[in-house]
DNA sequence: TATAATGGATACTGCTACTATCTGATTCGG
DNA sequence: CCGAATCAGATAGTAGCAGTATCCATTATA
């Protein structure tokens, strides 16, 4: 398969196809002459991975470039796999918290452990939520961390659910492959399903639907 | 309020301010004198709404702005705010579906029929849900809408819960700036939640806190 | 009254994610 | 086997976004 012939099958340009090329993200392809390069399926599966995770996850092409490194990197545990997906995909948390959230990240902390849940002090989701819970106060809503409980409670069920359904089998880049895609994809449509439940729990269809009224 | 004060209040630096009087995010102070103008305490309730849909949010300035023009737009009824709060606060979905897209947007009505769930068919998260569904294919996965269930059931609960807890108290503005602030930032919170959830139904907690092994 | 700060307009910057162009092969249709 | 098209790779250029910086003629302040 040549470039063009790459280009094709993915639906991405070429040029942005070399850009991919030139920033690591995609490996050459096999050269057969000093002009003249062999991809193959990898290759489009590969361009398809980084397109999903720049398109539907959001993810800048650095940090697309620190998943992929996450799952090429052959010397990882297994069991360390979880984790490292899960910081390659965080988005880039801006340097040092405000006292503000320093604060709520210790409710969240309490919170966390009232659910019984254990999670690590590094854990960047830990410093979103607190982050969410400073964007509720700073906009006048006077609440703990408890306003979170339904939402934590879902978060829980679905997790479980989706933990239990990575199985080991495969070899390990597709394992952690598929524990990144699920994170990111399985987020997306489950945003997408809160606003559409949203639209039919709230009275708004017939409104919509007869706009004139 | 001068505008140095409006910027030590609210923590954003004087010229992003200024850009923000620019582009009409925020409204001019009362001018008490050709260089000088008043601000009260709603300009920085406005700041602060601004930065939270931005930085908790992750809108674009121009997707800030149509959420606030929704916020401030008088003339629409009450029961239109939901559905307009929604489309303002949709990331711009690229033109036109490819053809798979379009395919999986039917299997999606399905899907959300089977559920039971009355969406409109304009609700841009019809078409998020069904990409996420051509990116789990183009990836290998052949599956069907049902992979969704379990998140739709949680999604579900949960704008239950919000829907219900969402009165109809307060003046119009406030209440679509609840609306917005609600489905922003509980949606964060929501992203955060599952994958602190990943990380303690999954075990890898002590791999996190020994990184050595 | 000297110094600093103000509001407003205009221009500039840094970053990201591509695009475009160039060059010297190489392949392909006739 | 020849000329047009295509190729891989390198280098340079672009558009858009979200601020920043500078300038100006005031106005407040020590």
Known sequence: MRISELSRATGVAIPTVKYYLREGLLARG?????NQADYVAAHAHRLHLIRVLREVGGLSI???AAVLAAIDDASLPRHELFGVAQRALAPPSAGSA???VTLAEAEIDLFLADLGWEV???????????EALVALRKLGRDC???????HAQAAGHIAE?????????GDRAAAVEKLVVGTVVFEAALVALRRLAHEHYSGLRAALYTPGQ
Chains 1, 2 share one sequence.
Request: avoid cysteine.
């Open 144 to 150: 703990g961390a408890e306003v979170f409980l339904p």
């Open 161 to 169: 659910q989706e933990v239990s359904g990575v199985g080991a089998e």
């Open 62 to 64: 650095g940090r697309v």
């Open 98 to 100: 405000s006292a503000q």
């Open 120 to 130: 690590s002090a590094e854990a960047p989701a830990r410093r979103s939520l607190a």
């Open 30 to 34: 096999n050269a057969t002459a000093p």
